[in-house]
């Protein structure tokens, strides 16, 4: 399979005047795309960036964004997507652990960029695309002193495509190296999946720094088809983005779903062009969904489910499995089958053993689409990647019967309680059923007798007892499982992908242990 920059070349040979990317007022055909990363190619290597070197860039969404993740990888370098919600000591930690060559920024950016500069130990060069009155490079400018000369180096599929930070969620994020071929082993499933064709409007509004946003960037290029970029994931512009330029599909996680729900805006605008809805990266309650599908009712919903790590997604849940009242309803609660290129293991997380179906345990895979490994860690990549090709994926979870996936949690996030595992996963959807509760989440605190018992941190619409919400839940789950605490709060702290933040959830009932569980 050649690299995904000789795709490119071979879109703009085939479709030269095909829209490439719409992105705010302008639209950038093939020809021009293939183009302007030819010269940002050039732009680089003048700069002195070469095979297997890091460029970093701090940015929301944009055409800049695509062609320097295409001009990056046709000489061998690699690109460094940074969260920009981060702050600026760990903005600073991403660029030196990646040992990038440059730093490239948005205009709102440029303070951070400013904050950062002093502490970058690898770093010669800071552009900023667009803005003024800033005291670094001018990215247009930079960029269109090159020729758009097609470099010499040839891409290998195992040379590395992308480097994404995992959310450090958990201590410090690491580097996960994305190959040309992990790409190469998921894009071709998106005509036979997603029902992609010649005709399809593919919206990229997730943040690029994120693998759903880097996959369908990267899928709109490998299919030739038309994308629009969408700069940030704001619900308004969505829909708007979706009326504008009849959008037929796109990936979204459930909080941007159950938001669209709540904003007139949204309603007044005509999604009807949607074809298929892809959704995940975070659990969804089932009242979501069902809004959600009320909200779009000519359109076909999956749900998917992977990692960074996985390059995006190992499992799907087709359209057919999404009806509530069909024969197969408890479908709609799984992450769906694995791709036909993955297989999928539930372990016992102590010995690694095998379980059978129906038995909770961490989720393996074996897929090509597995990362290289990750940045400068041998010890984390071998603990992640086994012997054998299997990933741990660090989730928890079983398989059914028929082969489908249903996740708990993370395995960290497991709740021990009295010898028992209890995933918070479970009990959360219970206490979504409640018709008070309009989010929440569930961590583990310490306990004199049992070590660690269940508590309950909801969000509620109207004032709720906190033995209504217990007893909610014992009616439903097995005792153990129950929390014995509620504890009201205004809202779940998230990470911008829409996943709760159970460590800092958890950190203020543990001070004073030595360790976050008993």
Same mark, same amino acid.
């Not at 732009?43 to 944009?62: C, F, H, M, T, Y």
């Not at 709060?489 to 990470?495: E, L, Q, V």
């Given at each position: 399979?050649?690299?995904?920059?000789?795709?490119?070349?071979?879109?703009?040979?085939?479709?030269?005047?095909?829209?490439?990317?719409?992105?705010?007022?302008?639209?950038?055909?093939?020809?021009?795309?293939?183009?302007?990363?030819?010269?940002?190619?050039?732009?680089?290597?003048? +700069?002195?960036?070469?095979?297997?070197?890091?460029?970093?860039?701090?940015?929301?969404?944009?055409?800049?964004?695509?062609?320097?993740?295409?001009?990056?990888? /046709?000489?061998?370098?690699?690109?460094?997507?940074?969260?920009?919600?981060?702050?600026?000591?760990?903005?600073?930690?991403?660029?030196? &652990? +990646?040992?990038?060559?440059?730093?490239?920024?948005?205009?709102?950016?440029?303070?951070?960029?400013?904050?950062?500069?002093?502490?970058?130990? !690898?770093?010669?060069?800071?552009?900023?695309?667009?803005?003024?009155?800033?005291?670094?490079?001018?990215?247009?400018?930079?960029?269109?002193?090159?020729?758009?000369?097609?470099?010499? !180096?040839?891409?290998?599929?195992?040379?590395?495509?992308?480097?994404?930070?995992?959310?450090?969620?958990?201590?410090?994020?690491? $580097?996960?190296?994305? #190959?040309?071929? &992990?790409?190469?082993?998921?894009?071709?499933? #998106?005509?036979?999946?997603?029902?992609?064709?010649?005709?399809?409007?593919?919206?990229?509004?997730?943040?690029?720094?994120?693998?759903?946003?880097? +996959?369908?960037?990267?899928?709109?290029?490998?299919? $030739?088809?038309?994308?629009?970029?969408?700069?940030?994931?704001?619900?308004?512009?969505?829909?708007?983005?979706?009326? /504008?330029?009849?959008?037929?599909?796109?990936?979204?996680?459930?909080?941007?779903?159950?938001?669209?729900?709540?904003?007139?805006?949204?309603?007044?605008?005509?999604?009807?062009?949607?074809?298929?809805?892809?959704?995940?990266?975070?659990?969804?309650?089932?009242?979501?969904?069902?809004?959600?599908?009320?909200?779009?009712?000519? #359109?076909?919903?999956?749900?998917?489910?992977?990692?960074?790590?996985?390059?995006?997604?190992?499992?799907?849940?087709?359209?057919?499995?999404?009806?509530?009242?069909?024969?197969?309803?408890? /479908?709609?609660?799984?992450?769906?089958?694995?791709?036909? #290129?993955?297989?999928?293991?539930?372990?016992?997380?102590?010995?690694?053993?095998?379980?059978?179906?129906?038995?909770?345990?961490?989720?393996?895979?074996?897929?090509?689409? &597995?990362?290289? $490994?990750?940045?400068?860690?041998?010890?984390?990549?071998?603990?992640?990647?086994?012997?054998?090709?299997?990933? /741990?994926?660090?989730?928890?979870?079983?398989?059914?019967?028929?082969?489908?996936?249903?996740?708990?949690?993370?395995?960290?996030?497991?709740?021990?309680?009295?010898?028992?595992?209890?995933?918070?996963?479970?009990?959360?959807?219970?206490?979504?059923?409640?018709?008070?509760?309009?989010?929440?989440?569930?961590?583990?605190?310490?306990?004199?007798?049992? $070590?660690?018992?269940?508590?309950?941190?909801?969000?509620?619409?109207?004032?709720?007892?906190?033995?209504?919400?217990?007893?909610?839940?014992?009616?439903?789950?097995?005792?153990?499982?129950?929390?014995?605490?509620?504890?009201?709060?205004?809202?779940?702290?998230?990470?911008?992908?829409?996943?709760?933040?159970?460590?800092?959830?958890?950190?203020?009932?543990?001070?004073?242990?030595?360790?976050?569980?008993?």
């Amino acid at each position: 399979m050649p690299g995904l920059t000789e795709v490119l070349r071979e879109r703009a040979q085939h479709s030269p005047d095909r829209v490439a990317f719409h992105s705010g007022e302008s639209s950038i055909t093939y020809r021009e795309f293939d183009r302007r990363v030819d010269r940002a190619a050039a732009a680089l290597a003048a +700069a002195g960036v070469g095979p297997g070197d890091r460029v970093a860039i701090l940015d929301k969404n944009s055409a800049e964004y695509v062609e320097q993740l295409f001009g990056a990888a /046709r000489i061998g370098a690699v690109q460094v997507p940074v969260n920009y919600r981060l702050a600026p000591d760990e903005v600073a930690y991403i660029v030196n &652990n +990646a040992r990038a060559k440059v730093f490239i920024a948005g205009p709102e950016f440029v303070p951070v960029l400013d904050a950062v500069a002093p502490k970058l130990e !690898h770093t010669g060069l800071l552009v900023v695309i667009g803005g003024e009155g800033h005291a670094h490079q001018d990215y247009a400018a930079w960029v269109g002193a090159h020729e758009a000369v097609p470099p010499a !180096h040839r891409v290998d599929g195992g040379d590395v495509f992308v480097q994404l930070y995992s959310s450090g969620t958990t201590g410090l994020p690491k $580097g996960v190296m994305l #190959t040309h071929d &992990n790409f190469a082993a998921v894009l071709p499933l #998106t005509t036979e999946l997603w029902g992609i064709g010649d005709d399809t409007v593919l919206m990229v509004a997730m943040p690029m720094y994120h693998v759903a946003g880097c +996959a369908l960037a990267a899928c709109t290029v490998f299919d $030739g088809i038309t994308g629009v970029i969408v700069r940030e994931p704001d619900p308004t512009a969505i829909a708007r983005t979706i009326e /504008r330029h009849r959008v037929t599909h796109t990936f979204l996680v459930p909080v941007l779903l159950q938001f669209m729900q709540l904003i007139p805006e949204v309603a007044q605008c005509d999604l009807s062009s949607l074809e298929l809805m892809l959704y995940g990266a975070s659990p969804i309650s089932e009242d979501v969904l069902r809004g959600a599908m009320r909200m779009l009712p000519r #359109t076909r919903f999956m749900q998917v489910y992977g990692l960074t790590e996985t390059a995006g997604a190992i499992t799907y849940l087709p359209a057919e499995d999404h009806d509530p009242d069909g024969p197969h309803a408890g /479908r709609i609660r799984s992450a769906g089958i694995p791709n036909p #290129t993955c297989e999928l293991r539930i372990a016992d997380p102590a010995t690694g053993d095998a379980l059978p179906p129906g038995r909770v345990g961490e989720i393996l895979c074996r897929t090509p689409q &597995n990362m290289k $490994g990750y940045w400068a860690m041998p010890e984390a990549t071998a603990s992640a990647l086994l012997p054998d090709g299997w990933f /741990r994926t660090g989730d928890a979870g079983y398989l059914d019967e028929d082969g489908y996936l249903y996740i708990h949690d993370r395995v960290k996030d497991m709740i021990i309680s009295g010898g028992e595992n209890i995933y918070p996963a479970e009990v959360e959807n219970v206490l979504m059923s409640h018709p008070q509760v309009t989010d929440c989440a569930v961590v583990g605190v310490p306990d004199d007798k049992w $070590g660690e018992t269940p508590k309950a941190i909801v969000v509620l619409a109207a004032d709720v007892p906190e033995r209504e919400l217990i007893d909610h839940c014992r009616e439903r789950l097995a005792h153990f499982k129950c929390p014995t605490s509620v504890e009201r709060r205004d809202a779940i702290p998230r990470n911008p992908t829409g996943k709760i933040l159970k460590r800092e959830l958890r950190a203020p009932y543990w001070e004073g242990h030595e360790r976050a569980v008993h």
